[in-house]
């Protein structure tokens, strides 16, 4: 039987993600964040959501600059990923205090987290406001992937990344399981 519970939140698996951008004076911040999601197959974009009510100077930079990076970590860069969601970078050089070096982006003028395996590059497309979170839509205009995560076919394989998987409801990092089905394939069997 069902029941109802608290509202809350709620995507899963949700990825943990990190946004990256330069502020105003040319400086790299990163945060964390757990509303990450594709919304568009043409163009290609994401959209993230980063909290309003409080002070995120990664969203102050990229509603400034217009652009920025998506860097998916693996379940390697937990404690990494943690504080960056943990410390606001009006207080601290984030990416100096963890030793994470970065890059200027090849299409974009965001930076590029060297640790982390896959990243997206992106220009904001979307703005809104909805609730406590300011949402951004980002057109992906490039993806880098080092090779070790990059199949046969050079695609990204996700058990080769790792990534972190974050749960909302009980403040948790996941590793993700292991491949079950072919997507598009699984459900033929009821398709007449």
């Known amino acids: 039987m069902k029941v109802n519970v608290k509202k809350h939140t709620m995507m ?9 951008a330069y502020d105003e004076e040319g400086r790299a911040d990163a945060c964390t964040l757990a509303f990450a999601t594709m919304c568009s197959h043409h163009p290609p974009a994401v959209m993230i959501a980063i909290n309003t009510t409080l002070k995120r100077k990664t969203l102050k930079s990229i509603l400034q600059t217009k652009e920025f990076c998506i860097g ?9 990923v943690d504080y960056l969601g943990i410390e606001s970078g009006y207080n601290a050089d984030k990416l100096a205090e963890i030793d994470y070096s970065h890059h200027k982006a090849e299409k974009v003028n965001a930076p590029i987290i060297e640790e982390f395996k896959v990243s997206l590059e992106c220009r904001v497309i979307h703005i809104a406001e909805v ?14 992937a080092e090779e070790e995560v990059l199949n046969d076919k050079n695609k990204i394989d996700f058990k080769l990344l790792d990534p972190l998987a974050y749960d909302d409801i009980t403040h948790s990092y996941y590793r993700t399981g292991n491949k ?5 394939k699984a459900g033929l069997k009821f398709k007449k």
Request: hydrophobic share 45%; net charge negative; proline share 8%.
């Open 12 to 20: 899963y698996p949700a990825p943990a993600v990190v946004a990256s």
């Open 72 to 80: 998916f970590p693996s379940v390697e860069h937990m404690a990494e």
């Open 131 to 144: 609730g406590s979170h300011t949402q951004i839509t980002g057109e992906i205009v490039n993806v880098q």
């Open 180 to 184: 079950i089905a072919d997507a598009f």
